[in-house]
């Protein structure tokens, strides 16, 4: 008898902790109730005022080219807008050049090296499309394992 309970507490348990993760919609569709984050900058990065590395290329290239670049080290220049440390094991950071629109102006890297807010550096890494790391975290593109040069 104590064995059904249990199993009923822990069922009607985990049923509360579920109906609190997720909430219907207007549409009466299931949305999760996960914030949206925002990672794009209130920094202005005017159009040219950031070099292509050589022979890279531009935060806004990496999106219209993202099937091209998939699985291939590519570098990219640009001013760090955000960085996040030692999430997942992974220093995190969003970096614009001047290109691109909203949706395709910002890239996000990780690496094991840290980088400052602000800073102008070089990052090489391996390219992704469509990377998922769970529920609300999807990336279009994403450079992972780079390496960050600042410059000045």
């Known amino acids: 008898m104590k064995v059904i309970k249990i199993v009923i507490f822990c ?14 919609g207007k549409s009466g569709d299931v949305v999760e109730q996960h914030p949206k984050i925002d990672t794009q900058s209130k920094m202005d990065i005017k159009q040219g005022s950031i070099k292509k590395a050589d022979g890279g290329y531009t935060v806004e290239e990496c999106f219209s080219m993202k099937d091209q670049i998939k699985d291939k080290t590519i570098a990219v220049r640009g001013k760090v807008v955000k960085f996040n440390g030692d999430i997942m094991s992974r220093n995190w950071l969003h970096i614009q050049d001047g290109t691109g629109k909203e949706g395709t102006n910002d890239l996000t890297v990780t690496s094991m090296e840290k980088a400052e807010v602000g800073q102008t550096v070089l990052v090489k890494g391996k390219m992704a499309a469509d990377k998922t790391f769970g529920p609300g975290y999807v990336y279009k593109v994403i450079m992972e394992g780079a390496t960050i040069a600042a410059e000045k």
Do not use: H, P, R, Y
């Open 11 to 24: 069922v009607a348990a985990s049923a509360l902790i579920i109906s609190g993760c997720k909430d219907k």
